[in-house]
């Protein structure tokens, strides 16, 4: 086959090209550059020339390389397949490339994102002749063992007859499955295979409004500050601060049915450790490995930076496909202020004039973008899908003030602000719970009440009152000492450092604590603030309040997200009765 | 248009016309040197320059195009003359000949010889910017590396094959510390084939001499590769030291089977050579001048540590940075934290109250210590009470502010016990001697010798079990 080809280098900055003799480039059209065939991509097309963005080491690029047009853009492979498998940031299946090039990775490089040799067993849903649209699930593979792939009819197809459809049986992602006779009586032959263009959002028919939360299994996220199935939210940092941990935790428990988890220029060993921890990991909810629902791309900090650009969209692409499929996803990006560095070493490179910090102007406009493609949908087939984004941001000096989080903020509707002071006292997850927000606290409210028996929402009032008062006797007591505030108001003390060590700090480490159950966090908080209303109740009627505090009950309470199991919750209901009744025992002797 | 067979042959143009000289440059900036009319170079290839008198000086092109061709320079343009300068394109990346022989050598920034013990011999030419690890390839690292060092066993365990920085400041005592862990660190129950990899970008002679008395005096010299890059050697060489060191690093640990310590200082001044460079090309600069691409440029550095599955050795990372003005927040431990896995903080109040080694354990971290210790590793309950003595020493600093404002005599008993605990933590647990060496017991029986001061309610990361076996004994 001849290669077309569509122009020569004139100027190597880096990852950034400078292309002459442009005939017929395309924008955004995917190339190869010179005789090792590097991956790039066309960003700019301009007086005969085009600036192409480089997707590997450009070493040894040399002005007068021949550059080789693939005649489409940027594009990701989805089929059966993708569960499972570590990416790159460009969708090369990492292990295909260590099979090729061993520990290290070489250039040049394309392997298939998904293996095309492999059979599938394939179970037609439609009968040939029925009339079929975009989005149209026409048949149904077993992927792993938890995961339905639905094999959905393209999006460019907006209507067309079904003429043929494959029997049941085996098959690979190239063989043809089905025949569509198209509306112009052209035919259309179809595999389970589809391409999509990464920077291009799936359509779908329309949005729907958030109802249900994303259940994370993290206590300070559910109870507190709760994201809902199809939100968007940031989770900005300082280094050391948790990001990666409260992402690892997300992707672990909460319970979205698919998993896309984008390593974006951080430390290689992370992606290792994910890979030699999820299929080890048992979901709570299926009982099944957790790999069985992730998909991982890793793009990590000493990989090429134009290939982490692409990786966030590489990766929300693939959420997407899944969501037409009826599925709900959760995509973490780890973390998008090294996306957004990426962009800025690109546009400086590229020359173009700077904004706030040396960022590109277009910056607020990408960040926009990548948010959007977040949401609860109607998918094209009818069926109900949602994609959540949880994006860490990494702020130089962990000063939120800087652009990009200052962006992220306008574009998201929930904000888990991590605290470093609470990461220095080892106070995990970090999440402030006086900077941090949810505004789906109102769409969630419903569903939440209807798993607390009503409770959910009067007491994380309550509990945030609580802790809002707590700051302001904390500057008190800075200035005076404990001693100078009566004891119902020491104990409203007592109780926000209980709820902290109690409630709010979780071992991502501690095999119990790690998961926490929703019936599990209505009844902490239930007993906690049970503790609080009888203490106060038997403090005013004059017992110390160190008394209560020495209670074996709180003693119990204070490690019950360590000691009670998930099917033991019972135990909980005891450690509340027990408390209530030693109470009123001690709060018996001062009446008289 | 040019077909594919027309660009082959220009390919094999380029390989002929690889070596050939070129004499006359166009501009000569800082250490950059530009040159027209050369034949096409590739970006990032080897340069030749020769100076007018004859010598021979290495370079890297930085930027290529039809008309310039840039090139940096590493032993920097002293004495060039734009006419008198030479180069030849050598048509490959920038390698480094390396060999188990560079062990007891001293070497400048490029592994060139500055021992005068003769010529540096190596055998497998190593592309010095090295390529990236494929994560799928990595063994998440876990093997506990006892240092003897309380505070770091104890609190921030080093592993084996992690990177873990100590953030100094300028008169603070790191090289003591990184000289001590190089003597002492050991992988109990394993006579790994251990070696040292040194790397100096910038620093002192007296402090290049320190680590080389020291490494004299525990006689593993033999063991050790230094690569110098001193504070009157051109800036610029600094800029390629620690690439060359762990490019041998990587020969050594994955085809040698060594465990590997890396002991890079000062990372500041690297960072600085970058900034200069940048700011001479004209480009962007990002906080505080320093170049948009810092971020991966040491990441490029720092991610060449680790274990590959399959392969024997490792690389283990201890690079040392001064802080400027003591500040955290400089973009320099800025970054690096947000690559490392982990950091080692040093406190100058600590030091000024005679503690060494002056570590604030509060704000240190290691990242891979969680896998690397407990049962079986450490001691079953090392988790727990490193957890507990965390907890503890951080709300001693909030006890001793509020003794500050209130006096000591006003404070509750049990905050008179935190301080009484912080006080020994200090004192006894971090600190510790030049030469003292502690073993993992030593170090976890201090822990709960502090914590004894405690009364066992306030300890609640600690399980019953581990209180009844431990506490106050
Ligand atoms: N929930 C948790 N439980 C226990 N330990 C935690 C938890 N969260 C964070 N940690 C501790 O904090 C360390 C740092 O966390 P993490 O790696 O998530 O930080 P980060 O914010 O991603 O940092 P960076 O920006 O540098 O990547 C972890 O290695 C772990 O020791
Ligand atoms: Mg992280």
């Not at chain 1, 989805?78 to 969708?91: A, F, H, S, V, W």
């Not at chain 1, 490179?349 to 590109?360: I, L, N």
């Not at chain 1, 602000?417 to 080892?426: E, I, K």
Request: net charge negative; hydrophobic share 35%.
């Amino acid at each position: 086959m001849k290669e077309r080809i569509i122009g020569r280098v004139k100027r190597v900055n880096g990852p950034v090209l400078i292309i002459k003799d442009i005939t017929d480039a395309m924008m955004m059209e995917m190339v190869r550059i010179g005789e090792q065939h590097l991956v790039g991509e066309v960003v700019k097309l301009y007086d005969g020339l085009a600036t192409v963005q480089v997707y590997e080491d450009a070493t040894g690029i040399c002005p007068g390389d021949n550059v080789y047009g693939s005649g489409m853009s940027l594009s990701v492979e989805l089929g059966p397949g993708l569960i499972g498998t570590i990416y790159d940031g460009i969708q090369r299946p990492l292990e295909k490339l260590m099979e090729a090039s061993g520990a290290f990775i070489s250039r040049g490089l394309s392997y298939d994102a998904v293996d095309h040799g492999k059979k599938w067993e394939f179970t037609p849903v439609i009968e040939a002749g029925a009339s079929v649209h975009a989005g149209m699930v026409i048949a149904s593979v077993e992927e792993t063992s938890r995961v339905q792939h639905r094999i959905i009819i393209p999006p460019q197809y907006q209507s067309a007859t079904l003429s043929e459809i494959a029997p049941s049986g085996s098959y690979t992602v190239e063989d043809v499955i089905a025949t569509l006779v198209l509306p112009d009586g052209r035919q259309q032959k179809l595999t389970m295979l589809q391409k999509w263009p990464i920077r291009l959002p799936r359509p779908v028919s329309s949005r729907l409004a958030l109802k249900q939360p994303l259940v994370t299994g993290l206590r300070v996220i559910d109870t507190l500050f709760p994201l809902a199935k199809g939100g968007t939210v940031a989770i900005p940092g300082g280094f050391g601060t948790g990001k990666t941990m409260t992402q690892h935790s997300i992707a672990q428990w909460c319970d979205a049915d698919i998993i896309v988890y984008i390593g974006c220029g951080e430390r290689g060993n992370e992606m290792t450790d994910v890979l030699r921890e999820f299929p080890l990991l048992v979901d709570p909810r299926t009982g099944q490995s957790l790999m069985e629902r992730t998909i991982l791309i890793a793009n990590t900090s000493n990989m090429p930076v134009s290939a982490r650009e692409a990786s966030i969209y590489t990766g929300i692409t693939m959420a997407e496909y899944y969501r037409d499929q009826g599925y709900h996803v959760a995509i973490m990006a780890d973390s998008t202020s090294r996306w957004a560095e990426a962009l800025r070493e690109l546009s400086g490179r590229m020359e173009e004039m700077p904004a706030e910090e040396g960022f590109p102007a277009y910056l607020p406009t990408r960040i926009a973008q990548f948010y959007e493609r977040a949401g609860y949908m109607r998918n094209l087939s009818g069926s109900d899908g949602s994609v959540s984004i949880i994006g860490a941001v990494s702020p130089p000096g962990g000063d939120f003030s800087e652009p990009v989080t200052q962006h992220t903020k306008r574009f998201v509707r929930c904000f888990w602000g991590l605290d470093r002071q609470l990461a220095s006292s080892r106070h995990y997850p970090a999440i402030s719970w006086l900077d941090s927000y949810s505004e789906y606290l109102s769409d969630v409210k419903q569903w939440w009440n209807d798993h607390s028996e009503g409770a959910w929402h009067e007491n994380r009032l309550r509990i945030m009152d609580l802790l809002q008062k707590e700051v302001r006797l904390q500057q008190i007591v800075k200035l005076v000492g404990p001693d100078a505030l009566p004891d119902t108001q020491n104990f409203i003390l007592e109780v926000c450092s209980l709820f902290k060590t109690a409630f709010l700090q979780q071992n991502a480490f501690d095999e119990v604590d790690r998961y926490c159950s929703v019936e599990k966090q209505v009844k902490m908080l239930s007993v906690i603030l049970a503790y609080y209303e009888k203490g106060l109740e038997a403090i005013n009627k004059g017992v110390p309040m160190v008394k209560v505090r020495r209670l074996r009950a709180v003693q119990e309470m204070a490690r019950m997200r360590l000691t009670v199991k998930g099917d033991e919750l019972e135990t909980i209901d005891k450690i509340q009765l027990r408390l209530e009744r030693s109470i009123d025992q001690i709060g018996g002797i001062y009446e008289n | 248009m040019k077909t594919k067979t027309e660009s082959l042959m220009a390919q094999s143009d380029r390989k002929l016309l690889s070596g050939r000289e070129y004499r006359g440059a166009s501009r000569i900036d800082g250490p950059l040197v530009y040159m027209r009319n050369t034949h096409p170079v590739g970006f990032g290839e080897l340069v030749e320059v020769v100076t007018p008198d004859g010598a021979r000086r290495s370079g890297q092109v930085l930027d290529t195009s039809d008309e310039v061709v840039v090139v940096q320079v590493f032993e920097g343009t002293d004495s060039l003359t734009l006419p008198g300068t030479g180069m030849r394109f050598m048509g490959e990346p920038l390698t480094l000949p390396v060999s188990e022989q560079m062990l007891g050598r001293v070497m400048d920034g490029l592994g060139k010889s500055r021992d005068g013990s003769g010529a540096v011999h190596g055998f497998a030419e190593r592309d010095v910017n090295g390529v990236p690890i494929n994560p799928t390839a990595r063994e998440y690292p876990r093997d506990f590396i006892q240092t003897g060092i309380s505070v770091i066993d104890g609190m921030t365990t080093l592993i084996q094959g992690q990177k873990l920085p100590i953030f100094s400041g300028n008169g603070l005592d790191h090289n003591q510390l990184a000289a001590q862990i190089a003597r002492q660190a050991k992988v109990r129950g394993s006579e790994g084939d251990f070696c040292i990899v040194f790397a100096a970008m910038g620093v002192k002679h007296d402090v290049a001499r320190f680590f080389t008395n020291s490494f004299e005096e525990t006689g593993v010299l033999d063991n050790v590769a230094l690569f110098l890059s001193l504070a009157d050697d051109p800036s610029i060489e600094r800029t390629i030291t620690p690439k060359t060191a762990l490019t041998l690093a990587e020969y050594l640990a994955f085809d040698k089977g060594k465990q590997v310590l890396v002991i890079m200082t000062d990372m500041t001044n690297y960072c600085e050579s970058l900034r200069e460079i940048g700011t001479m090309r004209g480009e962007i600069p990002s906080r505080k001048g320093y170049p948009g691409y810092l971020y991966s440029n040491l990441a490029e550095i720092y991610e060449r540590s680790g274990k590959i599955s399959g392969r024997a050795g490792s690389i283990t990372q201890l690079p040392i940075l001064s802080m400027p003005n003591d500040d955290i927040s400089h973009p320099v431990p800025d970054l690096t934290g947000y690559i490392t896995e982990g950091q080692i903080v040093f406190e100058r109040g600590m030091q000024a109250r005679g503690i060494y080694p002056p570590i604030n354990c509060l704000p240190s971290l290691s990242r891979l210590m969680k896998d690397g210790i407990g049962e079986g590793m450490t001691r079953d309950d090392h988790p727990h009470l490193a957890n507990q003595l965390f907890a503890s020493y951080s709300h001693v600093k909030d006890v001793q502010n509020l003794a500050s404002v209130i006096g000591e005599e006003e404070l509750t008993t049990l905050d008179q016990q935190y301080l009484e605990f912080g006080n020994f933590f200090e004192k006894r647990f971090v600190n510790q001697g030049f030469d003292e060496d502690r073993s993992i017991e030593q170090t976890l029986d201090l822990g709960w010798e502090a914590l004894g001061k405690l009364p066992s309610e306030e300890l609640q990361r600690l399980s019953d079990e581990e209180i009844a076996e431990h506490y106050g004994r």
